[in-house]
Nanobody, 120 residues
Framework: QVHFVESGGGLVQPGGSLTLSCAAS????????MSWYRQAPGKERELVAT????????NYADSVKGRFAVSRDNAKNTVYLQMASLKPEDTAVYYC?????????????WGQGTQVTVSS
């Protein structure tokens, strides 16, 4: 019933920029912290960025600090990941995640993923 539409992935040159978006439906969006994960070939899934349910707090993996920015628009039920100064090692499938942090019962949901490829 919960549904995500992820978009914005693609091929970009090193040093370039992309913005990913994840729009949620059938979800009490403001009850959820939103995160972006990524998984590169041969590697485990990695937490990239998290934003609190209100948007007041963010956290980033050390590998993307200063280059990526996560934001959310609760009126649009959408979370974004702005990526700049992209490196080949950023190449991965990026997944949107929603985790309930307000109220009950618990909930944890995943988007379908979108491919980001950084290559010259």
């Amino acid at each position: 019933q919960v549904h995500f539409v992820e978009s914005g992935g693609g091929l970009v040159q090193p040093g370039g920029s992309l913005t990913l978006s994840c729009a949620a439906s059938k979800l009490a969006f403001t009850n959820y912290a939103m995160s972006w994960y990524r998984q590169a070939p041969g590697k485990e899934r990695e937490l990239v960025a998290t934003i609190s349910s209100t948007g007041g707090s963010t956290n980033y993996a050390d590998s993307v600090k200063g280059r990526f920015a996560v934001s959310r628009d609760n009126a649009k039920n959408t979370v974004y990941l702005q990526m700049a100064s992209l490196k080949p090692e950023d190449t991965a499938v990026y997944y949107c995640n929603a985790r309930r942090v307000v109220g009950w019962p618990p909930g944890n949901y995943w988007g379908q993923g979108t491919q980001v490829t950084v290559s010259s």
